[in-house]
């Protein structure tokens, strides 16, 4: 079986079960079996396989054909410029969080403290701390999974982060930042089971935001004040539609939210600065 006969029935197999992207998913899981880029594989069509790389590819495309997500297959994803370690249990590393990380990595400064609240595999505060290597980083989850795997994305990445578990800021008590980042869960509830195949598989922990997806956005802005230094920033990531409704939520001691949007045009980070500090 040659490249060309080996991608043309994963990507048929793909598109019978409804993949998304079929052609270019059977690419990437091609190239990950015969450890060599899409484009090479694409300029030479005729390259054979041996039995043993034909059963391996075909053992991975029946999982994604079985809509599990490609990032869990292949064990990684790509965030600014960085490859994470993805695992099942913990969501997966999106493109349009990278407005969030670039915001984060803007504004903080010289030395600054930063903390990346419901961290998931850790890619806000590391890229953070890659970018920034003076800032003093914490991250925290609810989940233990999330924490051991930005634990392990920090030390594959050479990243120093201070990682905790637990609710919210509960494992962060007497500290104060410069700078909050959060991407909260914020699904409505009623949503969750309308989803498509592949974001199913991740972790309703991670998806759930409650009954109207705000629930979250209510305990951060009300815990972090004290937990933000006078002046300190938050930034917290956006749902589609939700941003005059997280706007709304803000108390009088926010400065006036500015929204950013994501790289599909869609209002998707919201950042805002504490007036005063809070004892």
């Known amino acids: 079986m040659t490249v060309k006969e080996a991608l043309r029935k994963a990507a048929g197999l793909f598109l019978k079960a409804g993949v998304p992207d079929a052609r270019l998913d059977a690419r990437l899981l091609l190239a990950q079996v015969l450890g060599r880029p899409q484009l090479e594989l694409l300029a030479a069509p005729d390259l054979p396989l041996n039995e043993a790389q034909a059963a391996c590819y075909f053992e991975l495309a029946a999982r994604r054909a079985a809509r599990e997500p490609l990032q869990y297959i292949l064990g990684r994803a790509d965030f600014m410029g960085h490859q994470f370690l993805v695992r099942p249990g913990v969501l997966i590393p999106r493109d349009d969080t990278e407005i969030l990380a670039q915001r984060a990595i803007a504004l903080l400064k010289a030395g600054g403290s930063a903390l990346d609240l419901c961290c998931g595999s850790g890619i806000l505060g590391i890229s953070l701390q890659k970018a920034r290597p003076d800032a003093r980083v914490y991250a925290g989850d609810v989940s233990g999974q999330a924490i051991d795997l930005t634990r392990d994305n920090a030390r594959a990445l050479g990243a120093e982060i201070d990682a905790r578990q637990g ?109 005063r500090g809070v004892d």
Do not use: K, M, W
């Open 167 to 275: 609710d919210l800021f509960a494992p962060f008590i007497g500290l104060r930042f410069d700078l909050i980042v959060c991407n909260p869960p914020y699904i409505p509830s009623h949503e969750l089971e309308g989803l498509q195949e592949e974001v199913r598989r991740e972790p309703a922990l991670a998806l759930d935001g409650g009954a109207d997806g705000l629930h979250f956005y209510r305990r951060v802005l009300s815990e972090a004040p004290g937990h933000l230094n006078p002046g300190g920033i938050l930034l917290l990531e956006l749902g589609d539609g939700q941003a005059e409704q997280v706007s709304a939520l803000l108390s009088p001691g926010f400065t006036a939210p500015v929204v950013y949007r994501d790289l599909g045009g869609l209002p998707r980070a919201l950042e805002t600065r504490l007036l």
